[in-house]
């Protein structure tokens, strides 16, 4: 069974920073591309990021590009999006999501994913 299970959200200050993590099994974890979609409140999924299957080809959201470093460790099925320089815009429920293969080549379509994680609140606030 794919499951997917985030952690490391939290309150933070504006300009704070916050690690996120899913933990994936159930599936071969180093032959998916991964990506972190995020929800905030009264929106829609809104794509965050996207990392391939080896690791070595990433790509953002431009509302997040240099603030936002996505990364996985294949060796213990860990995806990690780091969030610096926060912003009260970037509060969300933040998912991870599994690409349908090894890339992602429309990662703004939420169809591209097949499993998603339950979630983990991000909230930025004073």
């Known amino acids: 069974e794919v499951q997917l299970v985030e952690s490391g959200g939290g309150l933070v200050q504006p300009g704070g920073s916050l690690r996120l993590s899913c933990a994936a099994s159930?599936?071969?974890?180093?032959?998916?591309?991964m990506s972190w979609v995020r929800q905030a409140p009264g929106k829609g999924l809104e794509w965050v990021s996207t990392?391939?299957?080896?690791?070595?080809?990433?790509n953002y959201a431009a509302s997040v590009k240099g603030r936002f470093t996505i990364s996985r460790d294949n060796a213990k099925n860990t995806l990690t999006l780091q969030m610096n320089s926060l912003k009260p815009e970037d509060t969300a429920v933040y998912y991870c999501?599994?690409?349908?293969?090894?890339?992602?080549?429309?990662?703004?379509?939420?169809?591209?994913?097949?499993?998603w994680g339950q979630g983990t609140q991000v909230t930025i606030s004073s």
């Open positions: 990392i391939n299957d080896g690791g070595d080809s990433t």
């Open positions: 159930g599936f071969t974890f180093s032959s998916y591309a």
């Open positions: 999501a599994r690409g349908r293969g090894y890339i992602v080549v429309v990662p703004t379509n939420m169809n591209s994913y097949d499993y």
